[in-house]
Nanobody, 129 residues
């Protein structure tokens, strides 16, 4: 069983930057594809970024490319999400997720929520305009 704990959320003004962290425990970190999602009240959870086990292949949905960066440090069992030029619409709860490579052979990154196997509790990001 993998436990994921996010941190780094908070309040920031529009145009600012924030870096979220997610520390994993209970498994071999490099066995997992990692992702970040976000969700606001009443809306479905949406993908923000995903990264392969090595960190060499990040993926972003088109609307967020250029504003977010996902990275990972397998020595620290940690995945990061750096967000720049934040907008009011980025206000959400941000979730870290892990997808087992053994359960999803052939996948380098994972863009869909249902294919992730473990989730963190989320960290709130609030952007003020």
């Amino acid at each position: 069983q993998v436990q994921l704990v996010e941190s780094g959320g908070g309040s920031v003004q529009a145009g600012g930057s924030l870096r979220l962290s997610c520390v994993a425990s209970g498994g071999t970190f490099s066995n997992y594809i990692m992702g970040w999602f976000r969700q606001s009240s009443g809306k479905t959870r949406e993908i923000v970024a995903s990264v392969d086990w090595s960190g060499n292949y990040p993926w972003y949905p088109a609307p967020l490319r250029g504003r977010v960066t996902i990275s990972r440090d397998n020595n620290k069992n940690t995945v990061y999400l750096e967000m720049n030029n934040l907008e009011f619409e980025d206000t959400n709860v941000y979730y870290c997720a892990a997808g087992s490579r053994s359960l999803h052979p052939g996948l380098i990154v994972i863009a869909t929520e249902r294919e992730y196997d473990y989730w963190g509790q989320g960290t709130q990001v609030t952007v003020s305009s």
